[in-house]
């Protein structure tokens, strides 16, 4: 049992990558790594982009782990050597440029390798049984001396912000017993994924001077199943600063993931600055200083972006606007309606834009004409919300005053036909909520990408009606579930809430997370239409103190899920033992990078196998 179990405790080690990749091969030998490694960073520019097309060898074959280590390297130059590594600041620079360059990508990823490797890195005792015996670090140990990076094709301009699928995340990495790493992409965004890879297979070492990996020669090939990949975090109901998001942006990266989602409004508060209206944040915040400024906003995009991540920025209408009415009282209808304002809103306070109004219009083209122009640099796509929307508020709607579907339909079918025109002039691609579609029956464009929230069935319906669409069931990926009502309950009817459990209870353990599957009742015709998904963190009883156990590990489930699938190579539905010890030792990377992940079972079960099992059977 002893062998067995040693064995066990080996492949949890050795196989402890997330997301799992494709294809990984691994031995056993160790390689220590200095800190003055040198980065050799080579890219595609001898050929022009039509020679490389009509060159296809060359390139990182997408569907196959065929001959990944013998790619043919002469066709690349050498970009950049970094040598005997100066630590510099990963922060990005202050440049007046708008927008990312690939070469940017690049020396973002060599830099945050360097640091993750060096200075960030997993002591792994919680990984091994009691008095272990680590790698000795004696003068006559194996090196890594040098790591290739090796971008395989010249880039579109558009590194920064990509539609769905337009950009090859694939990377393949090769590791060989005499000391070289080489990390091949045919993109930027592909290197920086292989690069993350690769600081997972190093440890620290206990003497704090060493680091090194035990499972040299390493051939891994792999790709994303999912486009989008992504986490939706509330910053309207809470406020969180430019380091809170920086911080999740950066967990974000970390797991692979491609996306992140800043629902920035909603009636709470309205916590981004819009230079050319002041009045919105300066009233609409919930104090004056907690507030993005618009370098701040910047600097957030630019971040993401430096990572490979898309930051989607939602602004939620018509309903969810209520803080609208703090600057411009006008715009809104049904504000703030005591005590009944569940007969208008979702949640306090209730209030939602007028719909049939010129000065909405207005407001709106001076709100697009200010802020859409700052987004298009970063991302290709604009999330104009559309969910909640409360029919009832329109009786108090002096422009409309009415809750006939057959009146308000019409009227917002022109709301967002003429907001979905404006996004699409400025080259975005609309986002909606799934009630715009199924509730509202909204004609869509065919670019519209459709985001559900509620059922299988409502995804499958999208689909069906030919929308591309991001899931999110608020069963499973709704990271805010679970503790309790945030409302208060008078005595007269306190009782019927008795034990005050919130809508979608109970709690989303990280198993549960995991369970769900994408296309889970969808048409094997309609699959290609499930784009991805994205876990939501709502922020009603979330703040800066727990945030980061709230979204993590259990984000790095969604994105396990989102880049591999939820099947495995069989078909079958992943295993919790195979998951388990890898997550556990994700959450405590993470912990070694600053984030506050929660962490999943106690060292007892990570250092002894198979104890903390049932129905364990091979």
Not at 339 to 360: F, H, I, M, Q, R
């Amino acid at each position: 049992m002893a062998s067995i179990l040693y064995i066990y405790l080996f492949i949890s080690l050795a196989a402890a990558l997330w997301p799992i990749p494709v294809s990984y091969k691994h031995g056993d030998t160790v390689l220590f790594i200095k800190k003055g490694v040198s980065f050799y960073w080579y890219e595609a520019g001898a050929r022009d982009v039509g020679s490389i097309a009509n060159q296809a060898p060359f390139l990182l074959a997408s569907n196959s782990n065929i001959g990944l280590d013998t790619q043919d390297s002469s066709n690349l130059k050498l970009r950049k050597r970094y040598a005997e590594f100066v630590l510099g600041d990963t922060e990005e620079e202050d440049s007046m440029r708008e927008g990312v360059t690939s070469d940017e990508v690049v020396e973002f990823a060599i830099n945050s390798t360097w640091r993750t490797i060096f200075l960030q890195n997993l002591y792994p005792w919680k990984f091994h049984p009691r008095n272990w015996n680590e790698p000795s670090a004696q003068q006559t140990a194996n090196y890594l001396s040098r790591i290739n990076i090796e971008v395989l094709a010249i880039e579109p301009p558009n590194v920064a912000k990509p539609l769905a699928g337009e950009f090859d995340e694939s990377y393949s990495l090769t590791l060989t017993e005499e000391g070289l790493a080489t990390v091949r992409a045919n993109s930027s965004i592909g290197i920086a994924r292989g690069l993350i890879t690769l600081t997972q297979l190093f440890y620290a070492h206990s003497d704090k001077e060493h680091v090194y990996t035990p499972l040299a020669p390493v051939t891994i090939f792999d790709k994303p199943v999912f486009e989008h990949r992504g986490i939706n975090l509330d910053v309207s109901r809470n406020f969180f600063s430019v380091s809170d998001i920086k911080r999740q942006i950066d967990a974000c990266a970390y797991n692979k993931m491609n996306r992140f989602h800043l629902h920035v409004t909603d009636s709470q508060s309205w916590p981004l600055e819009i230079p050319s209206m002041p009045k919105l944040s300066a009233k609409g915040a919930y104090r004056p200083d907690l507030v993005y400024t618009s370098q701040d906003f910047r600097s957030m995009q630019r971040y993401a972006a430096l990572q490979g991540i898309e930051m989607i920025t939602e602004i939620d209408m018509p309903g969810h606007t209520s803080s609208i009415h703090h600057a411009y009282p006008e715009l809104i209808a049904a504000f703030n309606k005591q005590p009944d304002w569940n007969t208008y809103a979702a949640e306090p306070p209730s209030g939602t834009l007028k719909l049939n109004s010129t000065a909405v219009y207005n407001f709106l083209e001076k709100l697009f004409d200010d802020l859409l122009p700052r987004i298009s640099p970063y991302s290709s796509y604009f999330h104009m919300g559309g969910d909640e929307v409360n029919r009832n508020a329109y009786l108090l709607d002096d422009t409309v005053n009415s809750n006939d579907p057959a009146i308000l339909q019409p009227l917002m079918q022109k709301f967002v036909d003429r907001i979905h025109d404006r996004v699409r002039g400025v080259g975005l691609t609309p986002v909606v909520w799934e009630e715009m579609l199924l509730e509202w029956n909204m004609t869509l464009g065919s670019d519209v990408i459709v985001q559900s929230w509620r059922s299988d069935e409502a995804v499958a319906q999208i689909v069906a009606k030919g929308h591309k669409t991001l899931v999110g069931n608020y069963k499973y990926w709704y990271l805010d579930c679970g503790k309790g009502q945030w409302l208060d309950f008078d005595p007269s009817v306190s009782a019927n809430y008795w034990p005050y459990i919130d809508y979608c209870a109970p709690f989303h353990n990280w198993r549960l997370v995991y369970s769900y599957d994408p296309l889970s009742g969808i048409p094997e015709e309609n699959q290609h239409l499930v784009i991805g998904g994205e876990a939501h963190m709502w922020a009603e009883q979330t703040d800066p103190v727990n945030l980061d156990r709230m979204i993590w590990p259990r984000g790095s489930a969604v994105a396990e899920v989102l880049w591999s699938g939820a099947k495995d190579g069989q078909g079958r539905n992943r295993s919790q033992i195979d998951a388990s010890p890898r997550l556990s030792e994700m959450r405590e990377r993470l912990v070694s990078l600053g984030v506050g992940a929660e962490p999943i079972q106690m060292p007892y079960c990570t250092m002894e196998g198979v104890v903390c099992q049932l129905g364990y059977t091979d």
